[in-house]
């Protein structure tokens, strides 16, 4: 569905954007595809990684997602968006709480608005664990996100764009990502470890850019889809990067859970399990039975389920973990 198609990617000279556009020219052929970012120099750099005697359907934008008119500018012709824009950084969104609502909700009506108003066919907005039962302002911004990009799809009218969500969890190896840390601690001989029991879901950016791909496929609108991916524990992941080292408990820091939850139990009623991924299905009137053919297949969730990395039946052994980290 992806040949001869134009498509954006906000924020994408980031880690994801990066790697969907390697496996976009991999796999499929597109007409087009812009990313739109707001650093000059990232994009510099993607460009010598993707030079344009190899890659003619390549384009660039710089813009800023809190710029309405720019990204009505970036979508023209556009047939997918893929929108990965936001201020991710948990200590940056409390230090910088306005910053982070207007990157990451108010860059999120913007990108509602020009999607409808360009004729955009399909949005998908990525979401983070920290969305589900949030208690720090990134997740908060990012479950607001979450609601607009859902919501967007019951005031649509008569446009035919449809949004939906796709929400995971940790990348090994994305930017900001414990592994690379752990690996210069690695160098003192000391691993700070928040908390031994505290847990995480850990997928890798090529999984999480594949689940995006096939969540494009399938989404009729409104659904949030989450992956059904492995934990891992800290101190198996310390072992993996790190097993000659001492540890050193520092305690958990603020804005931070021992456990992460991506289907929360309130959420469960309206959920459907597949056979790889759940479907959050929405609670608005626009979702009818047209809308829920693709998981009648699917087993309705009871109540009282939860989706948390403590409870989940798929674990990273150590040896997994040094493979993931490339260790």
């Not at 390697?22 to 993607?46: A, C, G, N, T």
């Not at 039962?133 to 979450?146: E, H, M, Q, R, V």
């Not at 804005?255 to 056979?275: C, N, S």
Request: one cysteine or more; hydrophobic letters at 40%; a positive charge.
């Amino acid at each position: 569905m992806l040949n001869g198609k134009e498509i954006l990617v906000t924020g994408g000279t980031g880690s994801f954007g990066k790697k969907f556009t390697k496996l976009l020219f991999e796999k499929y052929k597109p007409k087009r595809v812009v990313i739109f970012s707001r650093d000059e120099l990232k994009q510099f750099d993607m460009r010598n990684e993707f030079p344009e005697d190899k890659y003619p359907q390549l384009r660039f934008f710089i813009g800023d997602v809190r710029d309405k008119q720019r990204l009505y500018r970036a979508f023209d012709g556009i047939n997918y968006v893929i929108h990965a824009a936001a201020l991710k950084q948990v200590p940056a969104a409390e230090y910088n709480p306005i910053e982070a609502i207007n990157t990451n909700i108010n860059g999120a009506i913007n990108v509602i608005d020009a999607a409808l108003d360009k004729g955009v066919e399909k949005v998908i907005a990525l979401s983070t664990d920290k969305a589900a039962n949030p208690i720090n302002l990134y997740g908060a911004t990012k479950l607001c996100s979450d609601k607009l990009f859902v919501a967007a799809n019951s005031y649509a009218g008569n446009y035919s764009t449809r949004f939906s969500v796709v929400r995971y969890g940790n990348v090994v190896g994305s930017r900001g990502s414990v592994i690379p840390f752990f690996k210069k601690m690695k160098e003192t001989g000391i691993i700070p470890i928040t908390d031994e029991r505290m847990t995480r879901f850990w997928i890798t950016l090529e999984q999480g850019v594949n689940f995006v791909i096939s969540s494009l496929h399938t989404m009729q609108g409104g659904e949030i889809f989450v992956p059904k991916i492995p934990s891992m524990n800290i101190m198996d992941l310390a072992k993996a990067i790190a097993p000659d080292c001492k540890y050193e408990y520092v305690g958990i820091r603020a804005g931070e859970k021992l456990h992460e939850i991506m289907v929360p139990e309130d959420d469960a009623r309206r959920t459907v399990e597949m056979e790889d991924y759940f479907v959050i299905q929405p609670d608005h009137v626009f979702w009818g039975k047209d809308r829920s053919d693709k998981f009648v297949k699917g087993k309705k969730c009871p109540d009282g389920f939860k989706y948390s990395s403590d409870t989940n039946t798929k674990w990273l052994t150590v040896e997994e973990l040094k493979g993931m980290a490339g260790v």
